[in-house]
């Protein structure tokens, strides 16, 4: 017999099997020696004390013999192996973008027979990479090979979170996990509490993910930039790739990412119904880890080996005007990276490695835009905002890359030094006025937010904090507008899915966007 036990209160300094078995078997009123681990449905850790932490676990046993469960403990029930899919497609579908939308809606068509052609902007995770570190060590960016364009998308070079749910195991968002894992992500993803990769793990996934597309009769292309969509009476019938070559199919997924500012712009031109979409801006907050360490787990754990960097999530709302300041994307030992991917636009993200063990920890922090903002009913005026801001961050940085930052003091106006602290951006900083490149409404939140946060977590709000600006690629300002069967609501046969869609946000819910698109058009089409 298999029983789920919930809730078990471990001590960090006694985390493993024989200590989960001990406590199973106090629960059971069962020997240890009658109890087998089957698996774990999920472990998060609690410090709410800083005297004592805890990992909270979900677990299954096997329980070897008799037992009556007079404590109605829950059953386990195995998996059922998914049914084989069939699909009535003819064509071979086409999808346009190889980030985590576009590959999770290859790997659903595989599924389901089918086998798809990709075509993706960018190049290949290795190239691609070679592109970045050119870009890092002599400032000659590849617009069509960055840090947003390539293989893996924009989520290769980021934290590798994978936020959701832990315990459904039949949600899209555990096949997401499952999936993962399979082509090479740790097991313990499957549930851990707010799990991450690493830009290292995640580029061996893409490439064990591309491998098995190729293996199974799908197709990829490089290099190859979808410049016009072929649509006739209000259907869509193939594409144009790169100006030259013609692609036919009656299921185009689109599947963009957040920054593909060009095509967006074309599918405005063609007719494709856009609106905008509000998005949230700000910078980058950079501290050393150890700050971090001792904020978030106090003396006593802030060096407890197997922790690892800190996390942190923190969010500020003026009621007043309605206008929310949070921290978005948390790299805890990672670094600030230049995310640009256009010609005299400064844009910078986080990432971390899988190991998270760079001196220092960043986030997003960022403030909520209202569609007034955009001061245009101009669908595209989103793009229009975060532009002007990218702009004056690139004047502000010298026009060489160079980041402006300010000490987080300085920009209180609490301090008067303008020298910077050490930070991660291997480019180069500048000390700057951060106030001259953002919206004033952003600025003004800022420190409202700072104002809060000194009283709550003063190692935040402290001399030790870096600003870097700007942040501005959150997520879409731009919604592709579609029905509930996935498909635009304006041109048929186009199927827009994950970030660029303007419907999801992150790795794990564009994958699952992906997904739960092609399991409702197969559905569709079989009726």
């Known amino acids: 017999m298999k029983i789920i036990l919930k809730n078990l209160q471990i001590p960090l ?235 036919l199919s009656s299921s185009i997924y689109i599947a963009l990412g957040h920054s593909a500012r060009d095509t967006v712009q074309m599918m405005h031109d063609k007719g494709v119904e856009l609106e905008q979409r509000p998005i949230s801006v700000g910078v980058r907050i950079e501290h050393p880890v150890e700050t971090i360490n001792v904020m978030r787990y106090g003396y006593k754990y802030h060096n ?58 960043n986030a997003a922090l960022v403030v909520n835009c209202h569609a007034d903002d955009y001061q245009s009913d101009d669908p595209l005026a989103g793009l229009a905002f975060q532009k002007k801001i990218e702009q004056k961050a690139f004047c502000a940085g010298g026009g060489d890359w160079k980041v402006p930052a300010q000490n987080l003091m300085h920009f209180l106006g609490e301090s008067s030094v303008v020298g910077l602290h050490e930070n991660s951006y291997k480019m180069g900083v500048v000390p700057a006025d951060l106030k001259d490149i953002l919206p004033t409404f952003v600025v003004e939140q800022l420190v409202a937010a700072f104002g809060k946060w000194k009283k709550e977590v003063p190692l935040f709000v402290s001399n030790q904090a870096l600003l870097l600006g700007a942040e501005t690629r959150t997520s879409s300002p731009v919604r592709i507008k579609r029905n509930e069967r996935f498909e635009s609501v304006n041109v048929k046969n186009l199927y827009p899915i994950g970030e660029g869609s303007g419907y999801t946000g992150g790795i794990t819910s564009s994958a699952a966007d992906a997904l739960k698109a092609v399991e409702t058009h197969m559905a569709h089409e079989s009726l």
């Open 13 to 247: 300094e006694k985390d493993g099997a024989d200590e989960y078995l001990k406590v199973s078997s106090h629960q059971l009123q069962v020997t240890v020696e009658n109890i087998k681990i089957f698996k774990i449905l999920s472990k998060s850790i609690e410090i709410l004390s800083k005297d004592q932490f805890f990992y909270n676990l979900s677990i299954v046993v096997t329980i070897i013999g008799y037992f009556e469960n007079q404590n109605k403990f829950s059953i386990y029930k195995e998996e059922k192996e998914a049914e084989k899919k069939v699909s009535k497609i003819k064509e071979r579908p086409i999808i346009v973008g190889f980030g985590p939308a576009g590959m999770f809606a290859a790997l659903a068509l595989i599924d389901y027979g089918l086998k798809p052609i990709i075509f993706e902007r960018g190049k290949k995770i290795a190239e691609r990479s070679a592109d970045v570190q050119q870009f890092i060590q002599n400032k000659l960016l590849n617009t069509e090979s960055n840090i947003q364009f390539g293989e893996g998308g924009a989520g290769s070079y980021s934290d590798g979170k994978l936020f959701s749910r832990r315990e459904n195991n039949t949600s899209s968002v555990n096949n997401v996990l499952q999936t993962f894992i399979k082509f090479g992500a740790p097991e313990e993803i499957g549930y851990i509490s707010k799990p991450h990769l690493g830009t290292d793990v995640l580029c061996k996934i893409v490439r064990n993910i591309r491998k098995y597309i190729l293996e199974n009769g799908g197709e990829i292309y490089y290099s190859s930039k979808m410049t016009d969509i072929l649509i006739s009476g209000e259907r869509a019938s193939g594409i144009i790739i790169n100006n030259e070559k013609e692609y």
């Open 304 to 361: 407890f080996r197997g922790l690892g960097a800190a996390t942190y999530s923190l969010n500020y709302t003026n009621q007043k005007i309605r206008r929310g300041v949070y921290t978005f994307c948390m790299c805890p030992g990672g670094e600030v990276v230049n995310a640009s991917s256009g010609q005299g636009m400064l844009v910078v993200n986080g990432m971390s490695y899988s190991q998270r063990s760079s001196p220092f920890s």
